[in-house]
């Protein structure tokens, strides 16, 4: 069974920081794209990173520029989200979704592969 199943949610502080984790089983993201995307309560869902299978391209959402870095382990099998100075309006469901069919990483669906999503809230 393909699943991919995010780790490392929470409450952190303004300004603080928080890895996400995206671990992948019954497959191997090698042959992916990988992207992470949050919900807010009450607001669509954006997409905030993805790295290509390659992990030689990288997209950020403007909002999360410089303070957010994607990576991958292949080792692993596993994708991160570096969340650096968190501020509030980061607070969402954060999810990690995979895609085979594109050559590079989009901020956009289709995505085949989704988890169930990790919960980010940043608060004093």
């Known amino acids: 069974q393909l699943q991919l199943v995010e780790s490392g949610g929470g409450l952190v502080q303004p300004g603080g920081s928080m890895r996400l984790s995206c671990a992948a089983s019954?497959?191997?993201?090698?042959?992916?794209?990988i992207a992470w995307f949050r919900q807010a309560p009450g607001k669509e869902r954006e997409g905030v990173s993805c790295?290509?299978?390659?992990?030689?391209?990288?997209n950020y959402a403007d909002s999360v520029k410089g303070r957010f870095t994607i990576s991958r382990d292949a080792a692993k099998n596993t994708v991160y989200l570096q969340m650096n100075n968190l501020k509030p309006e980061d607070t969402a469901v954060y999810y990690c979704?995979?895609?085979?069919?594109?050559?590079?990483?989009?901020?956009?669906?289709?995505?085949?592969?989704w988890g169930q999503g990790t919960p980010v809230t940043v608060s004093s």
């Open positions: 979704a995979a895609d085979r069919l594109r050559t590079l990483c989009r901020l956009w669906p289709p995505y085949q592969y």
């Open positions: 019954g497959f191997s993201l090698d042959y992916y794209n």
């Open positions: 790295i290509s299978r390659s992990g030689g391209n990288t």
